[in-house]
C-alpha cells in the first residue's frame, strides 16, 4: 500500500517553501507528484531512491526510471506549469531537496544581466525540447534523455549531450547542503566575529578592531568565511549574517570599551547586497537603538560592489548610516577598476588600502611605496583616514609611518582573536607597543 501525500503536493509543498530550497525527509512509498498533477517544484535526491512511473493503457503502473542521491527529476517545474507526464514515488525513505519555482526566479534575478539573458534563453529552449517527454528521464545515462530528445530534434547525441552533468550535480547538491546548514547555524547563532586589532601610527596604539566573522560549526570546528561566505551571497544568507555580526560586536561593545577606553571602535563588515534597498539603514537604526550603542563606536566596512550596482541608491543608504553617527570604510581601496571616482561621489571616512599593496611596499624599487604615497595623498585631499592592511614586517610599519598612515593592521600586531584573547591583548598590549 502506497503512503499517498494530500492532492497537489508539489503546490502545498510550494507554498510552505517561502521561495527557498528545503530538504524534507519521505517515507517510503510516497507518492511526491502523480501523472497530471500541476508543476510546482523540482527535486534533487540527497539520499535513497526514487522511481518514475507512468500508467499503462490497462491501468498498470510502469516504474521509466529509477533515480538516486545527486539525481534531479520533475524539473520542468521550474519552467513550466503544464500537467506533470508521469508519476514519482519514493522507493525507500529518502531526503530530498524540493525546489519550488521561485527559488529558481530568486537565482536567476541575481545573475549578472547578460548570464541572466543567456540562461533565461537555454530555459526557454530546454521547455520546448522537454514539453513532450515524460518526467521520468534520467538525464545522466547514456542512451536515455539524450536519444529520446534527438528524436524530436533530430540531431546527432554528442551535440546534445553534456559530459559533466554529475559533477555539476554534485557541486550543486553540496552547496544545497551548505545553504540549509548556514540556516541551521544562523537559527543556533553558531556564528561568532573574531576580532583583529587596527592599530594607531605612529603612537602604536589600539584604536579598534574589526570584527571577522567565523563559524562555530558543531562538527567541523572553526570555519573560516571563505568556505561559506560565498554561498551565503549566492542565497542571500549574508544579509542575516551581517546583521547576526551587528548585533553581537554591539553585545561584545561594552566590555571591549570598559577595558580600552570610550574612544574604541570596531568595524564591522557589510555586504553589497545589504545595497539593493534602504532597508539596511533601518536594521542598523533598530539594532543601535535596542543594544543602547553609540553610533560613534561602529564603523561600516563595505567593499566596491556595494556601489557600483546602483551609486545613488548606495549613496541614499550611505547618508542614511552616517546620520545615525556611525563611520563608513571603504575596504580593499585600490583594486577596484573605478575606486579613484568614489572619493567625491559617495559618503565614506575612511580607506583601507589592500593588503597586496603593502606586500608590494619593498618590491620594484620603490613603485609599491609610489602607489600608498598617492593613495595617501588623494586622501588626505578629501579629508579621509587611511588604514593599511596586512602588515606583517617591522619595516612596513617604518613604510607607512613615513608615508603618513593613520593606522595599520595584519598579523605583525595580532591575528583575529576570540573575545576572551582580545580582551587580553588590550590589558597586557604585546612588546612592540
Same mark, same amino acid.
Given at each position: 500500500?502506497?503512503?499517498?501525500?494530500?492532492?497537489?503536493?508539489?503546490?502545498?509543498?510550494?507554498?510552505?517553501?517561502?521561495?527557498?530550497?528545503?530538504?524534507?525527509?519521505?517515507?517510503?512509498?510516497?507518492?511526491?507528484?502523480?501523472?497530471?498533477?500541476?508543476?510546482?517544484?523540482?527535486?534533487?535526491?540527497?539520499?535513497?531512491?526514487?522511481?518514475?512511473?507512468?500508467?499503462? #493503457?490497462?491501468?498498470?503502473? @510502469?516504474?521509466?526510471?529509477?533515480? +538516486?542521491?545527486?539525481?534531479? /527529476?520533475?524539473?520542468?517545474?521550474?519552467? #513550466?506549469?503544464?500537467?506533470?507526464?508521469?508519476?514519482?514515488?519514493?522507493?525507500?525513505?529518502?531526503?530530498?531537496?524540493?525546489?519550488?519555482?521561485?527559488?529558481?526566479? +530568486?537565482?536567476?534575478?541575481?545573475?549578472?544581466?547578460?548570464?541572466?539573458?543567456?540562461?533565461?534563453?537555454?530555459?526557454?529552449?530546454?521547455?520546448?525540447?522537454?514539453?513532450?517527454?515524460?518526467?521520468?528521464?534520467?538525464?545522466?545515462?547514456?542512451?536515455?534523455?539524450?536519444?529520446?530528445?534527438?528524436?524530436?530534434?533530430?540531431?546527432?547525441?554528442?551535440?546534445?549531450?553534456?559530459?559533466?552533468?554529475?559533477?555539476?550535480?554534485?557541486?550543486?547538491?553540496?552547496?544545497?547542503?551548505?545553504?540549509?546548514?548556514?540556516?541551521?547555524?544562523?537559527?543556533?547563532?553558531?556564528?561568532?566575529?573574531?576580532?583583529?586589532?587596527?592599530?594607531?601610527?605612529?603612537?602604536?596604539?589600539?584604536?579598534?578592531?574589526?570584527?571577522?566573522?567565523?563559524?562555530?560549526?558543531?562538527?567541523?570546528?572553526?570555519?573560516?568565511?571563505?568556505?561559506?561566505?560565498?554561498?551565503?551571497?549566492?542565497?542571500?544568507?549574508?544579509?542575516?549574517?551581517?546583521?547576526?555580526?551587528?548585533?553581537?560586536?554591539?553585545?561584545?561593545?561594552?566590555?571591549?570599551?570598559? @577595558?580600552?577606553?570610550?574612544?574604541?571602535?570596531?568595524?564591522?563588515?557589510?555586504?553589497?547586497? +545589504?545595497?539593493?534597498?534602504?532597508?539596511?539603514?533601518?536594521?542598523?537604526?533598530?539594532?543601535?537603538?535596542?543594544?543602547?550603542?553609540?553610533?560613534?563606536?561602529?564603523?561600516?566596512?563595505?567593499?566596491?560592489?556595494?556601489?557600483?550596482?546602483?551609486?545613488?541608491?548606495?549613496?541614499?543608504?550611505?547618508?542614511?548610516? @552616517?546620520?545615525?553617527?556611525?563611520?563608513?570604510?571603504? #575596504?580593499?581601496?585600490?583594486?577596484?577598476?573605478?575606486?579613484?571616482?568614489?572619493?567625491?561621489?559617495?559618503?565614506?571616512?575612511?580607506?583601507?588600502?589592500?593588503?597586496?599593496?603593502?606586500?608590494?611596499?619593498?618590491?620594484?624599487?620603490?613603485?609599491?611605496?609610489?602607489?600608498?604615497?598617492?593613495?595617501?595623498?588623494?586622501?588626505?585631499?578629501?579629508?579621509?583616514?587611511?588604514?593599511?592592511?596586512?602588515?606583517?614586517?617591522?619595516?612596513?610599519?617604518?613604510?607607512?609611518?613615513?608615508?603618513?598612515?593613520?593606522?595599520?593592521?595584519?598579523?605583525?600586531?595580532? @591575528?583575529?582573536?576570540?573575545?576572551?584573547?582580545?580582551?587580553? /591583548?588590550?590589558?597586557?598590549?604585546?612588546?612592540?607597543?
Amino acid at each position: 500500500m502506497k503512503k499517498k501525500l494530500p492532492h497537489s503536493q508539489d503546490s502545498a509543498l510550494a507554498r510552505s517553501s517561502g521561495g527557498l530550497i528545503k530538504r524534507h525527509i519521505f517515507p517510503a512509498g510516497t507518492l511526491l507528484f502523480k501523472e497530471g498533477d500541476p508543476r510546482e517544484c523540482a527535486y534533487l535526491i540527497d539520499r535513497g531512491e526514487v522511481h518514475i512511473t507512468e500508467r499503462t #493503457d490497462r491501468g498498470a503502473e @510502469k516504474v521509466l526510471c529509477i533515480l +538516486n542521491e545527486g539525481e534531479i /527529476f520533475g524539473e520542468m517545474a521550474l519552467i #513550466d506549469t503544464t500537467p506533470r507526464t508521469a508519476s514519482a514515488i519514493t522507493a525507500e525513505e529518502s531526503e530530498i531537496f524540493v525546489m519550488p519555482r521561485q527559488a529558481l526566479e +530568486n537565482r536567476i534575478s541575481g545573475l549578472d544581466p547578460i548570464v541572466s539573458l543567456l540562461v533565461s534563453l537555454l530555459i526557454e529552449r530546454y521547455s520546448v525540447t522537454r514539453k513532450h517527454l515524460p518526467e521520468s528521464i534520467k538525464q545522466g545515462h547514456i542512451g536515455d534523455f539524450i536519444l529520446k530528445v534527438s528524436r524530436y530534434e533530430n540531431l546527432p547525441d554528442d551535440l546534445l549531450r553534456l559530459y559533466d552533468t554529475a559533477e555539476k550535480r554534485e557541486v550543486a547538491r553540496q552547496e544545497l547542503k551548505l545553504e540549509e546548514e548556514l540556516r541551521a547555524g544562523l537559527d543556533r547563532r553558531e556564528f561568532i566575529p573574531y576580532l583583529q586589532p587596527i592599530i594607531t601610527l605612529p603612537g602604536l596604539q589600539l584604536a579598534g578592531f574589526e570584527a571577522l566573522i567565523r563559524w562555530q560549526h558543531p562538527e567541523k570546528g572553526l570555519v573560516f568565511p571563505d568556505q561559506f561566505i560565498p554561498v551565503a551571497e549566492r542565497t542571500n544568507v549574508v544579509q542575516d549574517l551581517d546583521r547576526m555580526m551587528l548585533e553581537q560586536v554591539c553585545e561584545i561593545l561594552p566590555v571591549l570599551l570598559k @577595558k580600552a577606553g570610550p574612544d574604541i571602535f570596531v568595524s564591522v563588515n557589510l555586504s553589497g547586497i +545589504n545595497f539593493e534597498t534602504g532597508d539596511v539603514v533601518q536594521t542598523v537604526a533598530e539594532i543601535l537603538r535596542k543594544s543602547k550603542t553609540n553610533p560613534h563606536n561602529i564603523k561600516f566596512e563595505i567593499t566596491e560592489s556595494a556601489l557600483i550596482g546602483d551609486p545613488a541608491l548606495a549613496e541614499d543608504v550611505l547618508q542614511g548610516l @552616517k546620520a545615525l553617527g556611525v563611520s563608513i570604510a571603504l #575596504d580593499d581601496f585600490g583594486t577596484g577598476y573605478s575606486s579613484l571616482g568614489y572619493l567625491h561621489k559617495f559618503s565614506i571616512d575612511t580607506l583601507k588600502i589592500d593588503r597586496s599593496f603593502v606586500m608590494q611596499l619593498h618590491d620594484n624599487g620603490n613603485r609599491g611605496l609610489d602607489i600608498i604615497r598617492a593613495i595617501v595623498g588623494l586622501a588626505r585631499n578629501f579629508k579621509l583616514e587611511v588604514v593599511a592592511e596586512g602588515i606583517e614586517k617591522e619595516r612596513d610599519v617604518v613604510a607607512l609611518n613615513s608615508l603618513g598612515c593613520d593606522f595599520a593592521q595584519g598579523y605583525l600586531f595580532s @591575528k583575529p582573536l576570540p573575545l576572551s584573547d582580545a580582551l587580553t /591583548f588590550i590589558e597586557t598590549p604585546p612588546s612592540w607597543t
